[in-house]
């Protein structure tokens, strides 16, 4: 509230104002000078403190089983049978469908050839060795013999591998226990090593994988913690692995992250994320708004003995709340945390955080000191009159 006293003295006017408990008398007219009492502006001071400075970035990621495997085949062929299905769950080593290699046959037969090969070079030999035995055969005819069987053996065994590997080719098989999430071929279909036959999801939790730019995957690492959000509920996840190669398709790094208690989200599904971008641990900090900016560069007031003093910083990270300080205070110093545009470097100023007694005290200064000032004036007036 606003009061004003008039006192008309000889075509002159005094006006003595309260603004908002401050007591500013001026007394105007003829060639007396203007007479001004100021308060000095208070302001409120903090410490600055050590703490952990952190930014987060949002992103989004795309869900999917912890643990999952693309089926390809060994090697070309026609699909003849296919024994699952999209949905089915499966063991590890269960088959999943059969290729007609056209190769299976003619490596089957080759074993078998070789395998007759080797029984009747073997049986041979034994009919030697006793001829051997009895001097009836010379030392370099049964060394001959004694080669050919071992020659046998060894095509034996390299037309069983062959026969094994081409088996196995047209034998798909699932290589861990879980889901089969998607099948991808039909009864007739041609395939070849470069085709996904299907994917198996294995048993367990999901993941989500995401892409993030250089200036983000340097601040993750594995073990971090993030968060996933989708339709409002928030889920924790952890980083498994964080690639250091940039992905060829989109410029960017994958990082992967498992979602234990994500079994509610569907493969494929869509997720926000939000990791930690960059951390600063245990710096030094002051509010943001305690930092102002002059031609670009940083700085802060400090008090000290009932003045301001103008604190050239370097600033690091800043969050919303609190600002990273480099140089150019120190921890015990009283860090300025209000504004007024009556701050400047060496102004004088009080702090807001005096004790009640103190406050009480300095109104009560005040209040005599505007009584005094009013009746400096009203005398005046009266010996003008």
């Known amino acids: 509230m606003t009061k004003k006293k008039i006192i008309k003295i000889a075509g002159s006017v005094i006006v003595i104002a309260v603004v908002a408990g401050l007591v500013v008398p001026r007394i105007l007219g ?43 085949p060994l090697g070309s062929g026609e699909i003849t049978s296919v024994n699952v299905q999209t949905g089915d769950m499966v063991t590890a080593g269960q088959l999943l469908c059969v290729i007609d290699t056209k190769q299976v046959e003619s490596s089957r037969i080759t074993a078998e050839t070789a395998r007759i090969s080797y029984e009747e070079a073997k049986k041979n030999l034994d009919r030697y060795t006793v001829l051997y035995q009895a001097g009836d055969v010379a030392e370099a005819d049964y060394q001959s013999l004694v080669d050919k069987v071992q020659l046998a053996k060894l095509q034996y065994d390299n037309a069983k591998i062959a026969y094994n590997i081409q088996l196995e080719s047209s034998q798909v098989t699932a290589p861990i226990a879980g889901r089969v999430e998607s099948f991808n071929v039909k009864v007739h279909d041609m395939v070849s090593p470069q085709t996904n036959l299907c994917v198996i999801s294995g048993e367990g939790g999901k993941a989500v994988t995401f892409y993030v730019p250089e200036r983000i995957v340097n601040g993750l690492k594995t073990g971090d913690s993030i968060r996933v959000e989708k339709n409002g509920t928030d889920r924790s996840a952890t980083i498994t692995e964080v690639s250091s190669m940039i992905d060829q398709a989109s410029g960017l790094f994958k990082v992967k992250a498992s979602v234990p208690d994500g079994n509610t989200l569907a493969t494929g599904t869509s997720v926000k994320l939000y990791v ?25 007031y400090t008090y000290v003995d009932g003045k301001l003093k103008k604190n050239a910083v370097t600033v690091g990270l800043a969050d919303n709340n609190y600002t990273e300080i480099k140089e150019g205070i120190g921890a015990d110093d009283q860090v300025v945390a209000t504004w007024t545009s009556e701050l400047y470097d060496g102004s004088v100023v009080t702090l807001t955080d005096e004790t009640t007694d103190e406050k009480q005290a300095a109104e009560g200064t005040t209040s005599d000191a505007a009584a005094e000032t009013e009746g400096t004036l009203t005398e005046t007036s009266g010996s003008a009159q």
């Open 276 to 300: 930690i971008s960059q951390r600063a641990e245990n710096v030094l900090s002051v509010p943001v708004d305690s930092v102002y900016y002059e031609g670009g560069n940083p700085f802060v």
């Open 30 to 72: 003829g060639n007396k000078e203007e007479i001004v009492a100021e308060v000095p502006p208070a302001v409120t001071v903090v410490k600055p403190e050590n703490r952990t400075i952190e930014l987060s970035s949002e992103l989004i990621g795309t869900i999917e089983p912890d643990s999952i495997v693309y089926v390809t």
